[in-house]
């Protein structure tokens, strides 16, 4: 249980670096992007694995796809010029609220 969130926390980070690089693969055409992604995707669904022995189901792929979102939208935005208009922001603002609630009300969450 201690490790839990760290694994968690590996499961998207991995994440967040395979999607980057989907979009630098140019649709597999691009071998070591395509490595990258699909190296990374492998490892971030091992780490969610074993993050979901002690975390519910729900709560973990809350976590996980929320965060994964937001991260996911700062790195397009770094590195790869995407736009954040004020609607986007309001949208994100919306994720992370709604993975705070989860795990600070709800009673599927581990405390």
């Known amino acids: 249980m201690t490790y ?7 499961a998207i980070v991995c994440e967040v670096i395979a ?6 693969s140019d649709g597999f055409s691009k071998p070591m992007p395509s490595l990258v992604t699909v190296i990374g995707y492998g490892v971030s669904f091992y780490f969610l694995s074993i993050a979901l022995r ?6 973990a792929y809350a ?4 965060v994964g979102i937001v ?11 995407q736009k954040l208009d004020p ?7 919306l994720i992370v609220s709604g993975v705070i609630v989860i795990n ?4 599927a969450a581990v405390h």
């Not at 976590?63 to 929320?66: N, P, Q, R, T, V």
């Not at 600070?104 to 009673?107: E, M």
Request: net charge neutral; proline share 2%; with cysteine.
């Open 19 to 24: 999607t980057s690089f989907l979009k630098l």
């Open 104 to 107: 600070l009300f709800s009673n």
């Open 54 to 59: 002690d975390i519910p189901t729900g709560v």
């Open 63 to 66: 976590i996980w796809s929320g």
């Open 4 to 10: 839990t969130y760290a694994f968690l926390a590996m």
């Open 71 to 81: 991260l996911v939208t700062g790195a397009a935005w770094a590195f790869q010029g």
């Open 87 to 93: 609607a986007t922001l309001c949208g994100l603002g």
